[in-house]
């Protein structure tokens, strides 16, 4: 596609609840990253993808979160037993350049944990 | 000491006038040195990325660097309304690791 694109939109689950995020990054972008951005903070790192490889997943913040990106192209975003605290809009991006160059970001997701 | 520091504004500027916006780093072995500009509700977009010391222009904006003081700068050059946004610093390490470092950001308003 032409850009970043991210699903759901929104979500909101309960507390306790599994949700899992999509992102389709730009046809043939070898790089993916998920960051997460809490209101009035910039984005925080969560983990990152060179093609199907999951380089650094040093960001995420516990073992409740797991990412796979298993063909390369498409990455899932998993957050087991949400907490409120999970709640954020969680921003996908991806580059044809790897991280020294910039990246597009998605739309994002806003996950709300009621 | 936050490793990506902003002023988080806002900064409030008259229309056509230049706004100025900085960062300082942590990481003194950072290699590369962007700006991301991310309207109210929207997701960030690339301005600029810098790597050497010195200034790098592309239309209005210009991005400086200075290694020795750790600090980087976003000039803004006759500034528009549709400037209004938050500026996000952000840095990427040059000690391994894949992750790009984001300031807080700083909140640009330009008056019209």
């Known amino acids: 596609g032409a850009g970043v694109s991210q699903s759901p939109r929104y979500k909101v689950a309960k507390r306790g609840q599994d949700v899992a995020l999509r992102c389709d990054p730009i046809s043939g972008h070898v790089s993916l990253f998920w960051y997460q951005q809490a209101l009035g903070q910039g984005p925080e790192f969560l983990t990152y993808?060179?093609?199907?490889?999951?380089?650094?997943k040093s960001g995420l913040p516990s073992d409740r979160f797991f990412a796979e990106r298993p063909e390369g192209s498409v990455s899932t975003l998993k957050i087991q037993r949400t907490q409120q605290e999970d709640s954020a809009v969680y921003l996908c991006a991806s580059s044809d350049r790897g991280p020294n160059y910039g990246y597009t970001f998605g739309s994002g997701t806003r996950l709300t944990v009621v | 000491q936050k490793e990506v520091e902003q002023n988080s504004g806002p900064l409030s500027v008259p229309e056509g006038a230049i706004a100025s916006l900085n960062c300082t780093y942590s990481d003194r072995g950072s290699q590369s040195f962007f700006w991301y500009r991310q309207y109210s509700g929207k997701s960030p977009e690339l301005i600029m990325f810098?790597?050497?010391?010195g200034d790098k222009e592309d239309g209005r904006f210009t991005a400086q660097l200075n290694k020795a003081s750790q600090y980087v700068s976003l000039l803004i050059r006759d500034s528009q309304p549709s400037d209004s946004a938050t500026y996000l610093c952000?840095?990427?390490?040059?000690?391994?690791?894949?992750?790009?470092?984001f300031g807080a950001g700083t909140r640009l308003f330009v008056k019209a």
């Open positions: 810098i790597y050497s010391n």
């Open positions: 993808f060179q093609n199907e490889a999951q380089l650094d």
């Open positions: 952000a840095v990427k390490g040059g000690t391994g690791g894949f992750k790009t470092i």
